[in-house]
């Protein structure tokens, strides 16, 4: 059956060793793998749990209710909604948080759940997501936080590089180890989990090496890609296939390149530059926008490119070579494709 997205489990439970080896030899002793491109796949996320990771992290908490029967420790990673705080504390045993107001409803359903409910307090050390801001005050809100009864405050974290892009370099960095400091002297007590960062952070182990102080990382591209994501360099060693990206071929023929007659927009109201080549070998493969965003797949046959496409129908030139309709192609995919592709309802869900 196709559309289909095949996860290389070999290839995947190689490329976290490698990565959990890598954190061990750099002080991070905590590891929060974050599964959220899986969509909700519990016979992969049994498979990655086995291995040496603290943290089972996504950011929809549908995906972590799949993972339930799997004995390790759960994190929510987006900010809760205040319409969502049972299911968090009874789902989650760590959440991220940066309002006081979430915190206090996290700390009443805690209290009548009968349960403790961690969490790490974010900090916006510039990229402008989600935290606090660096240069805000926060020690009141500590303050109170340590008062909360069923409210565990594991440690402080910093989500960077995916907003605006921020770099997490040393001096970066050293705002939080600053806040550490700061709320550990003031409240005379240790936190367990500075957290700094995701797969971007990963740049910084070589050369000049991350801030002592950092002892956790939420990461997900870095195993499921082989890349970090600073400078989106691949890591040597680690496998970039783990996913194949398969579609068929409905339609292969020869046509002009070239529209014939007046132009004006595509289905999804933008108008198209289309190159005048002449006579092409064209290819349309039953996969489309509605899925994944065409740019995020990359065929694996040097020959093959692709032109574009509409909600459900992708449009190829196949060069000089002899397809036939029923063909399957296959495509490499980025994290964005990979995220969508697992989404789609579309899209069969394989493991090899
Ligand atoms: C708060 C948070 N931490 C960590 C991650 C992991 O990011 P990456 O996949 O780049 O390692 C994400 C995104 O998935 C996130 O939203």
């Known amino acids: 059956m196709y559309p289909r997205i095949i996860t290389h489990l070999a290839k995947l439970e190689h490329n976290l060793d490698q990565v959990l080896r890598l954190c061990q030899r750099n002080g991070i002793d905590s590891s929060f793998l974050v599964v959220k491109v899986l969509a909700g796949q519990p016979k992969i996320v049994e498979k ?3 291995h040496d990771i603290a943290y089972l992290a996504d950011s929809r908490l549908e995906n972590l209710e799949k993972y339930q029967h799997i004995a390790k420790k759960k994190a929510y990673l987006r900010l809760p909604m205040s319409s969502e705080i049972d ?25 009548k759940l009968h349960k403790r409910h961690d969490i790490i307090l974010m900090f916006d050390l510039g990229d402008l997501r989600e935290g606090i801001y660096y240069q805000d005050s926060y020690l009141p809100m500590v303050g109170e936080i340590l008062t909360l009864s069923s409210i565990s405050l594991k440690g402080i974290g910093v989500n960077l ?17 600053e806040i550490k400091q700061t709320i550990e002297s003031h409240f005379s007590l240790h936190l367990d989990l500075i957290s700094g960062g995701n797969s971007s952070s990963f740049y910084l182990f070589d050369n000049p090496g991350l801030p002592k102080e950092i ?3 939420r990461y997900g591209e870095i195993v499921f890609m082989g890349r970090e994501t600073a400078y989106g360099r691949f890591l040597p060693g680690l496998y970039r296939d783990v996913f194949t990206f398969e579609a068929q071929l409905i339609e ?10 007046e132009i004006g927009m595509n289905s999804f109201g933008e108008k198209v530059l289309i190159e005048d080549k002449g ?7 039953a996969i489309g926008k509605q899925d994944v965003q065409l740019e995020n797949l990359f065929p694996r046959d040097p020959n093959v490119t692709i032109l574009g496409g509409s909600s459900d129908h992708l449009i190829v030139d196949l060069g000089k070579l002899n397809y036939q309709v029923g063909d399957i192609l296959s495509f490499d995919v980025n994290y964005p494709g990979l995220l969508h592709l697992m989404n789609s309802g579309y899209v069969k869900k394989i493991i090899q």
Do not use: H, Q, W
């Open 161 to 177: 590089t995916c907003y605006g892009g921020l770099i997490p370099t040393p001096s970066i960095l050293n705002r939080l180890i």
């Open 87 to 111: 299911r968090v504390v009874n789902i989650a045993d760590l959440s991220l948080n940066s309002e006081i107001t979430t915190i206090r409803k996290l700390n009443d359903a805690a209290l």
């Open 215 to 217: 002892n956790s990382l």
């Open 252 to 261: 292969c023929k020869v046509k002009p390149s070239f529209p014939d007659g």
């Open 279 to 285: 006579l092409m070998n064209r290819g349309i493969l």
């Open 48 to 50: 990655l749990a086995m």
